[in-house]
């Protein structure tokens, strides 16, 4: 890690130079105008450097369209037995999961699908680091796409300095999230639910921008 | 898996709720999920924007021209819109969100390829006949499915009869009529077998058997079975499989009875058997107390099979005449009234009451009975109905009020003078007369008693048109741009009876008295319409339709109320109603209204009251 942050620019041809397979140099292709790219794992924990994921769900998302007709499910097979209290919020037990592709071939698909488009998630940074655990010892490089948090985004636009009671922490749960922006809220938690949530509110905070 | 929310979205969806999982699953592949902040317009158009879309969250509004003026309809969660334009069946509307929304869209080309269905394609095109057709049909699948699902135990069975092979052809075929069933089980040493009476007569008439003979060659084998606590829908494809038309049913290894198909294809009107059973035996005011509560259980478990209202209604009606001749005979010990005619009256004559709302009803006696004796007998009559669970007419049209008990002259005499000197309650008066059945003694007395009434209707060329006045005095509760007006109170009801029952009831019953239809059900007086000529059959089955519809969801509300404790009215909460119900009641009001139109016309009225 670089102890200053590089032009991003700089830091993309540094990647690009360091990208072990040629074959994913799509990824530093130049951007599609006005598309991203919204994605949400489960996972077998919460410790990137010891869990694996399960599920992972992709979905474009083009100006306010939200692409769920080119949307990509996949299911990770797993080797170890899942954390049971993980078991409990996505409700996959290990007989669900004994069927599906192997990590690098699931990864492959969503590379190719997410080309080099931004990335838009909820706590972004933890689904990234489950992602790039398998990415980096691969091609040695982690995701080069940009990233937006869409808690990150709803904190700039709504968070208020002297609006905000002392003591009390403010509320970026997804819940409160999906509630401030009007938005419903899907059944049960999955990986493609949570992706479809996210990008609703994607998509919201923009027009509030706009 | 993933996409199961979108699945679950859709299925919600009438008529989406009509495709197969598998056609689902591919619709839902093929949709997005777009964002429409306030105020902005929708994109549809059939050349560039072509979709269907389906709204998440947020209300649309839809609009005659492009300014957004004409505002003609809303769509809110789970409605759809496009479908018009797409089939240009519209092609001159404008869609805006009239707040933030959130809906589903499918491209056109997806939506073309779910029409090969044809459940999915009947809610686009056809009319309101066809439509509620299918409305029905479809319940009563789900519903066969259902009963299918309960176990064979609920089945009638005939009783077991066990013989020996040895049995003589005379003492078999006496066994079964003993017994009242047609099959036997057999034993001939340690090997089973079952003899029917179709074996018997076989073997009798082609194989040349005498009465003496031992059954055992004619005995077939193996015993064909099922275990009681297994799904009928199993004892039916068993009885497919093998060819045959009983099954012996099993407890653990015991046999226990004869399951018929006859018995398990009809079990849906079998509880209607049942109950018509009791009624026949019933000897005292005890026994038919039992027999309400039976009929009630009826209405309802034929209610929820999907079995179209009128047929519930002419059933259920038949059965509350039957207890209530019974009724009188029961309590008329002496049989010192044989020469009164007890008649039903409104609803019940007409065959059309289902939850028993009050009691219509009189007596037309012969001038020789003792009428203080009747009088006696008539309050007993009333308060026993009462007891038996039929409310008290509010109006006291009933045999207790000396007014409703008549002797033959003495009723000609009174409808004469309802003629003479008429009021809005002597109209309704004749209304009900008009549809009154006899129960009870000679019919002929109130054949004569509405034959007085049609030569008065003849004599007075201005009174039909007076009488069929009040098909328009209740406004149709459906606005300009087909948009349901309902009342402000929290659910959003309507008024069933007023808004759409009333008027083609009475529009019907008009049109009847004026062309000499005997019969009183509407349904029935509106087949006769048809065959005078009076209106074409597309309109008359629409009409009738129409009538079972409304009907239909005003029996829903009855149940539900009375399964809350309510009081028991004519409205319907349209907050309860699905988005299928809710098109079909705006579909139904459309009759209704083309029908006041009708009855405006060919009484030359002028527009309203």
């Given amino acids: 890690m670089l102890p200053f942050k590089l032009p991003r620019s700089i830091q993309q041809a540094w990647l690009k130079h360091r990208l072990k397979n040629k074959a994913y140099e799509f990824l530093f292709a130049p951007t599609v105008d006005n598309e991203v790219v919204c994605f949400d794992c489960e996972t077998t924990g919460l410790d990137p450097k010891q869990d694996k994921i399960v599920t992972l769900s992709a979905i474009k998302i083009r100006g306010r369209e939200i692409l769920t007709s080119e949307s990509l499910n996949l299911q990770f097979r797993q080797y170890c037995d899942i954390n049971p209290e993980s078991i409990v919020i996505h409700q996959l037990r290990n007989m669900d999961v004994t069927v599906g592709l192997d990590e690098r071939d699931a990864i492959d698909q969503f590379l190719k699908f997410v080309g080099s488009r931004s990335l838009v998630g909820y706590y972004l940074t933890f689904d990234v680091s489950m992602v790039n655990a398998i990415v980096k010892p691969w091609l040695g490089i982690g995701l080069p796409n940009a990233q937006i948090d869409v808690a990150e985004l709803y904190h700039q636009h709504f968070y208020q300095d002297w609006l905000q009671p002392d003591h009390e922490v403010f509320d970026l749960s997804f819940q409160a999230l999906l509630e401030q922006l009007n938005l419903p809220s899907l059944g049960q938690h999955d990986a493609f639910n949570d992706a479809l949530m996210t990008a609703m509110i994607y998509v919201k905070l923009q027009s509030i921008r706009d | ?609």
Avoid at chain 2, 112 to 139: C, M, S, V, W
């Fill in chain 2, 1 to 609: 898996m993933a996409m199961s929310e979108l699945m679950n979205f859709l299925a919600q969806v009438h008529p989406f709720d009509r495709l197969p999982e598998v056609e689902l699953q591919t619709a839902t592949q093929a949709m997005d999920l777009v964002y429409f902040a306030r105020e902005e317009t929708v994109p549809l158009s059939q050349q560039n924007d072509p979709y269907l879309y389906l709204v998440l969250k947020g209300r649309v509004a839809e609009c005659h021209d492009e300014e957004g003026g004409n505002h003609c309809a809303l769509y809110g969660p789970n409605a759809q819109f496009g479908a018009a334009m797409l089939l240009q069946q519209q092609t001159q509307l404008t869609y805006h969100a009239v707040e933030e929304t959130l809906a589903y869209r499918m491209p056109n080309r997806e939506f073309q390829r779910l029409l090969n269905n044809p459940d999915f394609e009947a809610f686009y095109f056809n009319d309101i006949t066809e439509k509620l057709g299918r409305f029905h049909q479809q319940l009563q699948i789900e519903s066969s499915s259902e009963a299918m699902m309960d176990a064979v135990k609920i089945a009638p069975l005939h009783a077991l009869v066990t013989l020996d092979a040895s049995t003589s052809i005379k003492v078999c075929v006496e066994q079964m009529e003993g017994h009242k069933t047609d099959a036997c089980l057999v034993n001939e040493g340690d090997k089973q077998g079952v003899i029917t009476s179709s074996d018997l007569l076989r073997g009798l008439a082609i194989h040349g058997f005498d009465l003496a003979s031992p059954i055992a060659d004619m005995v077939s084998y193996p015993v064909i079975s099922i275990d009681k606590n297994d799904y009928l829908f199993n004892a039916l494809l068993k009885m497919t499989r093998f060819g045959v038309d009983r099954l012996m049913v099993r407890d653990k290894q015991a046999f226990i009875g004869v399951l018929h198909q006859k018995e398990l294809m009809s079990l849906f009107a079998n509880q209607s058997g049942l109950v018509m059973l009791t009624l026949e035996r019933a000897m005292s005011v005890a026994d038919l107390q039992k027999v309400t509560q039976q009929i009630d259980d009826l209405v309802e478990g034929l209610s929820n099979k999907g079995v179209k209202t009128h047929y519930i209604a002419k059933l259920v009606n038949e059965l509350h005449r039957k207890l209530q001749a019974k009724l009188w005979q029961i309590l008329d010990t002496e049989q010192q009234f044989t020469e009164a005619t007890f008649i039903v009256m409104g609803s019940e004559g007409r065959s059309e009451q289902v939850v028993r709302t009050d009691q219509d009803n009189a007596v037309i006696f012969d001038d020789k009975i003792d009428a203080s004796a009747l009088a006696e007998f008539c309050n007993h009559y009333s308060a026993e109905l009462i007891k038996l669970g039929f409310p008290p007419c509010p109006g006291e049209i009933m045999v207790s009020n000396p007014l409703w008990r008549l002797s033959e002259t003495a009723f000609a005499a009174q409808v004469v003078d309802w003629f003479d000197n008429p009021s809005q309650e002597r109209f309704m008066h004749l209304s009900i007369l008009l549809d009154a059945q006899a129960v009870q003694g000679d019919p002929d007395r109130l054949a004569r008693l509405k034959n007085v009434l049609s030569n008065q209707v003849q004599k007075r060329q201005m009174f039909l048109a007076q009488f069929a006045r009040s098909v328009l005095q209740f406004e149709t509760p459906i606005g300009l741009f087909g948009r349901l007006k309902t009342q402000k109170d929290a659910g959003h009801s309507i008024d069933l009876k007023k808004g759409g029952i009333f008027p083609i009831i009475h529009g019907i019953r008009c049109l009847a008295l004026e062309y000499g239809v005997v019969k009183t059900n509407t349904h029935w007086r509106i087949r006769d319409l048809i065959n005078h000529n009076v209106f074409d059959e597309r309109f008359g089955v629409e009409l009738g339709e129409t009538l079972n519809f409304l009907n239909t969801l005003r029996l829903q509300g009855m149940l539900q109320q009375k399964a809350l404790g309510l009081p028991i009215d004519n409205s319907i909460k349209t907050d309860s109603l699905s988005q299928l119900q809710q098109d079909l009641l705006k579909d139904a009001f459309g009759v209704v209204n083309n029908f006041k139109k009708f009855i405006e016309q060919h009484y030359k009225m002028e527009g309203g009251l």
